[in-house]
RNA sequence: GCAGACGUAGCUCAGUUGGUUAGAGCGUCGGAUUGUGGCUCCGAAGGUCGGUGGUUCGAAUCCACUCGUCUGUACCA
């Protein structure tokens, strides 16, 4: 027997996915209520491309084993190397270094789109995934970053997130490294035990006070056994950041200064501990930030797929980086900004609710009886009328002779409504306008097949001029019954 | 990257100590029904048993390597 020819397998690559109309739906409203807040803040748009060249995005990373690790990277035919941009903040430092004498200073925009990470992808963590960011550049004060942090608030709230269930946690960079300096980690010299106390302090969320301990000290033995080495820091060393991130320690810097400047401002604008906090545990972005850092944090329960409930943690964050365009310019540009994780964020919205299957209706099939020229032109005809008068709607495009097949297809893609109209009723002006919603019902109580079909349920005779009118009349009781399901 | 678990049809899974042509349910497609969705019945398609190599008379089953998925951890600019 002869060899079957291989079949090319059609796959997706790890870490992306397809998304759904539903998804691509929630994704625009969600976008549009963003984007009314940053718009209300007044700030504007701007977009730049997914490209930029590699040594513009700037590596900031201290691990040089693996130097293109992270980024999806290609060599232009000049054999300049290209990366995809793994994040908005770095393509607007070029942007704005490259535009530098048109651009008024502050200059406060905003955008949102795909970034890409050549990493481990997992669930809910992909490779290419949407952010929407805003910053200021040009803004040296931290009333500029009380402003993103009071905007980011205002941001969770018009998503429709609670007060009282997320949270904006600040704090600032130069008040960890003062007490770094104090126990002795300050100079370039500790650059790299600094880091590690750094992503240390920043999983308390996860580990809780006792394992971030281990961590500054010996280190710290996960699930499977494997061994994560820590700082080797001293006891007393480790009290001191241990009461520090407990709020316990006491400490005087520009850095506190700064805090209290911003916490003045929160309260002056009425925004209390329930919607931003100073929290002396936040690190965030280890490297290029300057001063404040602010994260978003979700604190409602989420269930996953499986049913399991997860940690959701940070769905956006941000801070000052105050050298990102200096080093294209040489000039001092400070900048602040944060970032959202759009498609982070909708997962857990649609967990909460607010963003329930999508309200688009499916169209109404028009189906086709006959396909001579002069029915096709008909049934056509009755579309266009449905379509001008503001109803979704679609003549059948499949192989008719299969009338079955129609209801079908109408079926599965959820239609309110069908038309049929065959030589019968053409001959005496008429329509057959079926309402497969309640069809659908219906169909609860028929067992057998023969009265199923000449019961021809939910179906009316109507004239044909009253065709708008009945199709509206019937998809307004099916709005009406959505709406009291919802309710109820 | 490190550690561990797991890979059989589109999906969920059976498959005996290594033994003939690898099965089921659901889903898909066709028919019963040339002009009516659901139900029911009948039928069909769909598998390099993740891949490669090895042990063996014989491998879905045992071994090695590799790829992929999942969990934890690391990294996340």
Known sequence: MAKKPNKLKARLPRGFV??????????????GKIRAVYEQYGFDPVETPAFEYTDCLGKFLPDTDRPNAGVFSVQDDDEQWMSLRYDLTAPLARHVSENINEIQLPYRTYRAGWVFRNEKPGPGRFRQFMQFDADTVGAPGVQADAEMCMMMADTMEALGIPRGQYVIRVNNRKVLDGVLESIGLGGEENDERRLTVLRAIDKLDKFGIEGVRLLLGEGRKDDSGDFTKGAGLEASAIDTIADFVAGTGSLENEGIAELNTMAGMFKACGYGDDRIKIDPSVVRGLEYYTGPVYEAELLFDVTNEKGDVVQFGSVGGGGRYDGLVKRFTGRDVPATGFSIGVSRLMTALKNLGKLGSSDVVAPVLVTVMDG???ALGRYQKMVQDLRSAGIRAEMYQGNWKKFGNQLKYADRRNCPVAIIQGSDERETGELQVKDLIEGKRLSE?????????????????????????????ILDGQADDRRRQSEG
């Open 18 to 31: 397809d998304r759904s109309a539903d998804d691509i739906r929630a994704t625009d409203e969600m976008i």
């Open 372 to 374: 001579d020229v002069d």
């Open 445 to 473: 109580e028929i067992t057998d097949n023969i009265t199923w079909r000449e019961s021809r349920p939910a179906q009316i005779t109507i004239r044909e001029a009253d065709l708008i009118e009945t199709v509206r009349d």
